[in-house]
């Protein structure tokens, strides 16, 4: 049975920094690319954030030079460090793994889900 746990996130202040992790079991983890979405109220999810097998990352725009994705493949965990915080970036957080290798800014491509962290944050 694949699981995704995820930890981390709560309540910053704008300019702040919080740090995701998303741990995996039940999946050869090396092998699955692997992503972080995020849904605000009343919006749909939206990618944030991915890391290939590799180890090459790519970011939504609005989060470039302010978020940073990593995987440490020795502990089956990916994290999303998240720093300079903005109130926009506020929302539930959702780690996903896939082992395709397009598509992978949109939801309908990950085969795997956490269960979503919730970070506030505030003015």
């Known amino acids: 049975q694949v699981q995704l746990v995820q930890s981390g996130g709560g309540l910053v202040q704008a300019g702040g920094s919080l740090r995701l992790s998303c741990a995996a079991s039940g999946l050869t983890f090396s092998s699955y690319a692997m992503g972080w979405f995020r849904q605000g109220t009343e919006k749909e999810r939206e990618f944030v954030a991915y890391?290939?097998?590799?180890?090459?990352?790519y970011y939504r725009d609005s989060v470039k030079g302010r978020f940073t994705i990593s995987r440490d493949n020795t502990k089956n965990t990916v994290y999303l460090q998240m720093n300079s915080l903005k109130l926009d970036d506020t929302g539930d957080y959702y780690c996903?793994?896939?082992?395709?290798?397009?598509?992978?800014?949109?939801?309908?491509?990950?085969?795997?889900w956490g269960q979503g962290t919730q970070v506030t944050v505030s003015s």
């Open positions: 890391i290939s097998r590799s180890g090459a990352s």
């Open positions: 996903a793994a896939t082992n395709r290798v397009v598509g992978w800014t949109r939801t309908a491509v990950y085969d795997y």
